[in-house]
């Protein structure tokens, strides 16, 4: 199965939107991507989505259920949510996949439960999933998806990717499965079990998955990683443009330390300081090197990395936690969205043109421009393209009538 999109043209830029993982954070970036899109309306039409601007979009846990309703097809064969409506999405639905309980020993409840199996079961999540998914599969996304999980298993990654799918078809499974895998956040949701059976029900594939944390809460690296093997194989680009979106992260305060930790068995590290220490650990190292890596690798390939990274990393309190899904706490989610639009881009290397701009807002103004304009040349290319295969063909046709003798001469091919 080919690419879904173009990223072959020459001198075109290779457009990426990553979302970290972060569970009910998702709705901070979700904000982003409404004011993104928005843009880019402004420019092209009401009709314009991002999934005709990036060439891949990919996500975890959260960031993959919001990748997969900016990428699955409805009978129009557009994307089934417009940006918009991804906010609305988690303020009705996160309560219920999150369910809250207001007793005053709820904290304590929630650590007792998760010594002895998941918080949450996740039945709510599971049925939502496949009744917006339906049974839509990994080739039949409107670009190209990258989305990391991991197979508990067999101890080992797994990324559903649409580049991967020619070498490996036992990965196009639906949609839906691979949403409900890379969300089965170790604690919270249990894991995923599933199997892949073709037509004639022979087995393809067969899946244990856990959180896609556990391999990249941030998947910019891991997508660039995909298009890069693109590359490799003869693609040409003209660069990369990278949108990576965060789903915030604890404003730095000595949460923990060691001494404390150093006590810690297994019921520390599961609940310590009204959190899940183990979970905080890996999410935000996965994301921060990440961070560290795309920077680095944009720049050292000299490939005119254009890498606009969003993230709030001064949460504190309510807005910090995963999962707490209070109507109070999600608008409070909202909010911090809004304001993360007028902060100034992160600093860093590979991240011109972005790094001038004095808020998040205008640096997207900005990335929206850059996207039509991309859009735009392509549509040109393409259409130059198909005016010279047009030729071509009525060319040949001629050739081969005046060989056939239904022309009088050839004289009149080339005129």
Same mark, same amino acid.
């Given at each position: ?10 001198? *075109? ?38 999934? *005709? ?78 009744? $917006? ?44 499965? $691979? ?26 594939? !067969?899946?244990?998955?856990? *959180? ?17 093997? !693109? ?50 650990? +890996? ?13 680095? +690798? ?14 709030? *990393? ?46 998040? !807002?205008?640096?997207? $103004? ?18 130059? !393209? ?30």
């Amino acid at each position: 199965m080919a690419s879904k999109k173009a990223t072959s043209g020459q001198g *075109d830029l290779i457009t990426i939107l990553s979302i970290d993982g972060g569970g009910v954070r998702g709705i901070i970036p979700s904000v982003i991507l409404d004011f993104l899109e928005t843009e880019l309306q402004k420019l092209d039409g009401e009709n314009a989505r991002l999934a *005709d601007y990036f060439d891949v979009i990919s996500g975890t846990s959260t960031g993959g259920l919001v990748t997969a309703m900016l990428t699955s097809p409805n009978e129009e064969k557009r994307p089934i949510f417009a940006a918009k409506d991804i906010t609305n999405f988690y303020l009705e639905h996160c309560p219920k996949i999150f369910p809250q309980h207001t007793n005053p020993f709820a904290p304590a409840e929630k650590a007792l439960k998760a010594l002895s199996g998941p918080r949450y079961d996740g039945v709510y999540l599971h049925r939502l999933v496949r009744e $917006i998914l339906g049974n839509t599969r990994l080739h039949e996304s409107l670009t190209n998806v990258v989305i990391p999980t991991f197979d508990i298993k067999r101890l080992q990654p797994v990324i559903f990717s649409t580049y991967q799918l020619k070498k490996k078809p036992s990965l196009d499974v639906m949609l839906a499965d $691979i949403c409900i895998g890379t969300s089965a956040a170790p604690t919270y949701l249990p894991c995923h079990t599933f199997r892949h059976e073709d037509s004639e029900g022979n087995l393809i594939g !067969e899946f244990d998955l856990i *959180d896609g944390g556990v391999t990249a809460n941030n998947p910019t690296l891991v997508a660039i990683n995909e298009v890069t093997q !693109e590359i490799k194989g003869g693609i040409k680009t003209g660069g990369f443009l990278v949108l990576s979106l965060g789903t915030g992260s604890p404003k730095f305060i000595e949460k923990y330390d060691g001494n404390t930790s150093s006590h810690w068995g297994v019921v520390g590290w599961l609940a310590s300081g009204g959190s899940i220490p183990l979970i905080d650990v +890996f999410t935000q190292a996965s994301s921060g090197i990440a961070d560290y890596h795309t920077s680095t +690798f944009l720049q050292a390939l000299h490939l005119e990395g254009k890498y606009l990274r969003i993230q709030d *990393d001064t949460l504190t309190g309510d807005v910090a936690s995963m999962d707490l899904a209070t109507t109070k706490n999600l608008e409070d989610l909202v909010q911090v969205g809004k304001q993360l639009l007028q902060k100034r881009p992160m600093m860093g290397m590979g991240r011109q043109p972005f790094s001038d701009s004095s808020t998040n !807002e205008k640096a997207l $103004i900005r990335l929206a421009k850059m996207l039509s304009e991309e859009k735009i040349k392509r549509e040109h290319n393409n259409s130059q !393209e198909v005016e010279i295969n047009t030729s071509v063909s009525r060319r040949t046709g001629m050739y081969l009538r005046a060989v056939s003798g239904s022309l009088p001469n050839l004289q009149q091919i080339t005129t």
